[in-house]
């Protein structure tokens, strides 16, 4: 990988058919757990997240204006929209079944309730590297 200017950053490794293959298997291990906890634990740990970022704010705006070639301010813009988006998710994350799911109207004796339920993986696909400041 390189920088804005052509320099060398880091090795960026490609990933395998088995590599793919195990980070799948991993997630669908690790979904049972991130779907058993309730919605306001999964936007503590969110929240949690965005903290983190907050506190190592410097070394994020660095490693965004090295890898996009941005000024200060526009990295610092950068981190800035990656931490509100964090805390963003993280207040909806037990507000979303309130909002999102509802009983549905039905002919007949019986009930019906729909329920959004998190997504149990998902994978980027891309030739170029992503960019870090976007999640």
């Not at 200017?5 to 997630?27: C, E, H, I, P, Q």
């Not at 965004?64 to 963003?88: C, F, I, K, Y």
Request: with cysteine.
């Amino acid at each position: 990988m390189t920088d804005s200017a052509g320099r060398f950053v880091a090795n960026a490794s490609l990933a395998s058919r088995k590599d793919v293959r195990d980070a799948v298997t991993a997630a669908r291990k690790a979904f049972a757990g991130w779907s058993g906890r309730t919605a306001y634990n999964r936007g503590q740990i969110l929240y949690r997240i965005a903290e983190v970022m907050e506190d190592r704010r410097p070394q994020f705006e660095d490693a965004v204006r090295q890898s996009e070639g941005l000024t200060a301010a526009a990295a610092r813009g950068h981190v800035d929209a990656a931490v509100d988006r964090l805390v963003w998710y993280a207040g909806w994350a037990d507000k979303l079944a309130q909002v999102v799911g509802n009983a549905n109207p039905v002919a007949g004796p019986f009930f019906n309730h729909t329920a959004p339920s998190p997504p149990a993986w998902s994978a980027c696909w891309r030739r170029r590297a992503p960019r870090c400041s976007a999640w």
